[in-house]
């Protein structure tokens, strides 16, 4: 329920006095209204086709038990011909957190990095914080980092 | 644009005194007038070298706060209210921004008109505000940069990075982005959702069946409205525990509790 607390504590008003938010504003989690009225684009593939002809650097990682925006589907989008299509370069293995235990598994494709986080919901770094931080430390800074983690 | 020190947050509870420096406030957008509000966390580890890396939320219209608080920030609110400090945040060595994005947005404002709520205009803002984020920070010129986030930033963050390969003009260097569980194409990903659950067990073999006789490749429309969706697919997909059991599932977390 830290989501609900959140909420309480950033509306408090020597919270929003202390990072200079004035006047009479209300905090939520999500705005309902701009979900609604927001023109949403049915694919960013498209994007991803420029995108992944530059040496920038790509992690996709899912939470495996998230059912929502689901690790099946975006296995699909990033390996099958209705999606990028794009050619595996180390196959599907399974990845270790510090702590020795299975973290998930992974799949390396041409410019892009796929990581599945054994146990994590649809907010990864809320359930599986270690392994998270361990995941996005080790794709900043490289192996060696991961191995003196 | 000026750097917005934090002052001392109310109610923290903590055994070691905060030994990072942040930073909150909004920023202007010259194009507009719109208010940006943001939150900076200094790195733990080498702030003048570390990367700096920005979080988005997705929603769309969800608070990147949320992630902050919840996820990969440096302070957890509790119970009662307090804060301690977060272990596991990824500012332990990068440099964390978090930006409330769209306009209308948790602290953002103001409420922007209907037709400017699309991915075009919402990543164009962010980007702008990147330009005015390194006037109000010039320590971050020519720095390693990474945007990360989640669900929805599946389409923000491609457009985003779309954006600054065409157009450098941050003074950002950008290495690289990571997305957790990213919402990328309605019809792969809404496709998926039956797959996941008859794989793990949550609906029945012949739920399955029926769904994916009746639906072919309509079924995102159904799950999330009934304006694409026939007939016979939505009497398949709300017969199914897939809409009739969601009070006592979370689907964003299949083995968490729902909070009640």
Same mark, same amino acid.
Request: glycine residues 8%.
């Given at each position: ?10 509306? @408090? ?6 990072? =200079?938010?004035?006047?009479? @504003? ?15 684009? %049915? %694919? ?35 390996? %099958?011909?209705?999606?990028?299509? @794009? ?34 919901? =649809? ?7 270690? =392994? ?15 191995? %003196?983690? | ?10 109610? !923290?509870?903590?055994? +070691?005194?905060?030994?990072?420096? $942040? !930073? ?13 509000? /943001? ?5 733990? $580890? ?51 921004? #978090? ?17 400017? /709520? ?5 990543? &164009? ?7 005015? #984020? *390194? ?20 389409? !923000?963050?491609? #457009? ?20 957790? +569980?990213?919402? *990328?194409?309605?019809?792969? &990903? ?9 794989? $793990? ?32 697919? $939505? ?7 897939? *809409?009739?059991? *969601?009070? !006592? ?12």
């Amino acid at each position: 329920c830290t989501d609900r607390f959140t909420q309480d504590y950033l509306n @408090l008003p020597q919270v929003k006095s202390a990072i =200079h938010v004035e006047g009479k @504003l209300t905090w939520t989690d999500c705005n309902s209204m701009i979900a609604e009225r927001y023109n949403r684009t %049915s %694919s960013a593939l498209p994007k991803y086709k420029g995108n992944l002809q530059t040496n920038v650097s790509a992690l996709i990682y899912s939470g495996d038990a998230d059912a929502v925006v689901n690790f099946i589907g975006t296995e699909r989008w990033i390996g %099958s011909t209705e999606g990028l299509g @794009l050619k595996v370069k180390s196959k599907w293995s399974p990845w270790y957190g510090p702590d020795k235990q299975l973290a998930g598994y992974s799949q390396t494709y041409a410019g892009l990095t796929f990581k599945t986080v054994k146990g994590a919901g =649809h907010m990864v770094p809320a359930i599986r914080p270690l =392994h998270a931080l361990y995941m996005f430390e080790c794709f900043v800074y490289g192996q060696d980092a991961c191995d %003196s983690f | 644009a000026q750097a917005h020190q934090v002052d001392e947050l109310p109610n !923290y509870k903590g055994n +070691n005194p905060i030994n990072f420096h $942040h !930073y909150a406030g909004h920023i202007d957008l010259p194009s507009n007038g719109q208010k940006m509000f /943001y939150w900076h966390v200094e790195s733990q $580890h080498s702030p003048e070298n570390d990367p700096l890396v920005l979080w988005l939320n997705g929603g769309p219209g969800c608070s990147s706060l949320g992630g902050f608080f919840t996820e990969i920030g440096p302070f957890v609110v509790q119970r009662d209210l307090s804060v301690k400090l977060n272990q596991y945040t990824w500012a332990r060595k990068t440099n964390l921004v #978090f930006l409330e994005s769209p306009a209308g947005v948790g602290f953002s404002q103001p409420v922007l008109n209907a037709t400017d /709520y699309n991915d075009e205009f919402t990543s &164009d803002r962010a980007f702008e505000f990147l330009e005015q #984020f *390194t006037k109000a920070y010039p320590q971050f010129k020519n720095r390693d940069f990474y945007i990360t986030g989640e669900s929805y930033a599946g389409i !923000y963050i491609p #457009f985003l990075v779309e954006k600054m390969l065409q157009t450098p003009t941050t003074g950002l260097n950008l290495k690289g982005y990571a997305i957790g +569980n990213p919402f *990328t194409d309605a019809k792969i &990903d809404g496709n998926a959702y039956v797959d996941y659950y008859y794989t $793990h067990a949550l609906i029945s073999m012949e739920s399955y069946n029926d769904i994916v006789d009746k639906c072919s490749d309509e079924l995102s429309g159904c799950l999330f409205s009934t304006t694409n969706c026939s007939k016979p697919c $939505h009497e398949a997909v709300v017969d199914s525990p897939i *809409t009739s059991d *969601t009070p !006592y599932l979370n689907p964003y977390y299949i083995y968490g509790d729902v909070c009640v």
